[in-house]
């Protein structure tokens, strides 16, 4: 089946500086990723969709500076955490749906487990 | 009005038992639903996918769908402990590749 590789799967960072999370599909090419973040205990909210070549777009309440995103290639989505705080940690997992079919499913990264200290 | 409702639990089953998840969403010309699974601190991964009214049967797992009532379910027989998840209910929107998520069903198995 379609893999999407996530990393990395555990990063600690300063408050003030900035995290770098790659997501990649391994055996397919996938023209949108979506990011989600989810907090403990609650369902993944999705932040952005990532689209190939084009700019990405953030879910209302999400802010496009803080949350950078990069969509250079077909097999590669970057997020980047900018200015990262203590209310930025959390479980971020991206993910990349098959275009084309008509049953779609969404494969799913690793996750990362973002703690800002 | 939520999307594709879900019942938060936790929900608590004996082991060996049929666990029950139930699932709504408000988008009649919805295709795709789908099942996935999470345990804690891991990505969600896929249980089972259905795309016609009934039932449908893998393993352990049984999907039903009622598109007239918009609702879709996941029995699971013969629970196991390693069942004990989170369940999350997926609806695919075709306009937008976008699967539109529940909030997730804790489901626990009582050895």
């Known amino acids: 089946g379609a893999v999407v590789s996530q990393h990395p799967s555990r990063v600690i960072c300063k408050s003030g500086t900035s995290v770098k999370i790659e997501c990649r599909s391994l055996?397919?090419?996938?023209?949108?990723m979506f990011w989600y973040r989810q907090f403990p205990k609650q369902s993944l909210m999705l932040m952005a969709t990532?689209?190939?070549?084009?700019?990405?777009?953030?879910e209302q309440g999400v802010e496009k500076d803080k949350f950078l995103i990069n969509h250079a290639s077909l097999t590669l989505s970057t997020l980047t955490v900018t200015s990262a705080h203590p209310e930025d940690s959390s479980f971020y997992i991206c993910?990349?749906?098959?275009?084309?079919?008509?049953?779609?499913?969404?494969?799913f990264g690793q996750g990362t487990r973002l703690t800002v200290v | 009005q939520k999307e594709v409702e879900q019942n938060s639990g936790p929900l608590s089953v004996p082991e060996g038992a049929i666990a029950s998840l139930n699932c709504t969403y408000s988008?009649?010309?919805?295709?795709?639903f789908f099942w996935y699974r999470q345990y804690s601190g891991k990505s969600p991964e896929l249980i089972m996918s259905?795309?016609s009214n009934g039932d449908k049967e893998d393993g352990r797992f049984t999907a039903q769908l009622n598109k007239a009532s918009q609702y879709v379910s996941l029995l699971i027989r013969d629970s196991q402990p390693s069942d004990s998840a989170t369940y999350l209910c997926?609806?695919?929107?075709?306009?937008?590749?976008?699967?539109?998520w529940g909030a997730g069903t804790k489901l626990i198995i009582k050895p």
């Open positions: 259905i795309y």
């Open positions: 997926a609806v695919y929107m075709d306009s937008n590749y976008q699967l539109i």
């Open positions: 055996d397919f090419q996938a023209t949108t």
């Open positions: 993910s990349a749906p098959i275009a084309g079919a008509v049953n779609t499913e969404a494969f």
């Open positions: 990532s689209n190939e070549g084009s700019k990405a777009t953030y």
């Open positions: 988008d009649r010309g919805s295709q795709s």
